[in-house]
């Protein structure tokens, strides 16, 4: 069974520049998160999607966006970008979004604003 | 609001010492916990995880025992090996939100042989 695949997996862009980036659930998933990874701040929550619909939001700016499309695959946008954008951007996958399901990683795509 | 509180690293230990990764929580509720590992340019790996008070998760010789008393998860293995070197998370999940994960800062083992 394939895991969660995010796409790309490393990535430049300049400051103002926009950026999406993918990720693809576990077949029959139908929650999936967000989540950014720094040095300084360490893991937070962005947002987590489930059956298409917004369903949480962590303390981001409206900067940072996604969706989800039927299929359960989904993008997170960031637009704008600042230095402190550069990161790791983690996707995350479960079944049906319950707190005590078991949530599964994707390998992350480093993003590097310069 | 929710919170996770895990000890500072880097943790430096021999290989076959015994190794406890201290965790503790704050949330409202009955949230399920998890420790998560994340080896060096990879994701997030699930360790073991609980979803009631006195739960034991348990996975590859690591041990957690979900403690409501005293609100701690703590992370513990009878004897390490290199191959245990990596950043360790404890992290919560509350009922009120859904599958999102509060983290903890994150703790550095090291292990050498």
């Known amino acids: 069974k394939a895991g969660v695949t995010q796409t790309p997996r490393y990535l430049i862009k300049t400051r103002g520049q926009q950026v999406t980036l993918s990720c693809s659930p576990i077949s029959g998933h139908r929650s999936v998160s967000w989540y950014q990874q720094t040095p300084g701040q360490g893991l937070q929550f962005l947002f987590e999607y489930f059956s298409e619909t917004q369903r949480n939001k962590g303390n981001f700016p409206g900067r940072f966006s996604g969706r989800q499309f039927s299929n359960s695959r989904s993008e997170m946008n960031v637009s704008t970008l600042e230095l402190g954008d550069s990161a790791l951007y983690l996707c995350?996958?479960?079944?049906?979004?319950?707190?005590?399901?078991?949530?599964?990683f994707g390998e992350g795509s480093w993003l590097t604003v310069v | 609001g929710d919170s996770v509180t895990q000890m500072e690293g880097p943790v430096t230990l021999s290989e076959e010492a015994f190794l406890t990764i201290n965790c503790t929580y704050t949330a409202t509720g009955y949230p399920s916990l998890f420790w998560y590992v994340q080896y060096p340019g990879e994701g997030l790996q699930l360790l073991l995880k609980a979803t009631k008070a006195d739960d034991k998760g348990s996975n590859k010789g690591f041990e957690a025992t979900y403690r409501k008393e005293t609100t701690s998860f703590h992370l513990e293995k009878g004897s390490v090996q290199v191959s245990d070197s990596a950043v360790y998370f404890c992290?919560?999940?509350?009922?009120?939100?859904?599958?999102?994960?509060?983290f903890g800062k994150g703790t550095t083992l090291s292990v050498s042989s």
């Open positions: 992290a919560l999940s509350s009922n009120q939100a859904g599958t999102a994960l509060i």
């Open positions: 995350a996958s479960s079944l049906e979004g319950h707190s005590g399901n078991t949530i599964y």
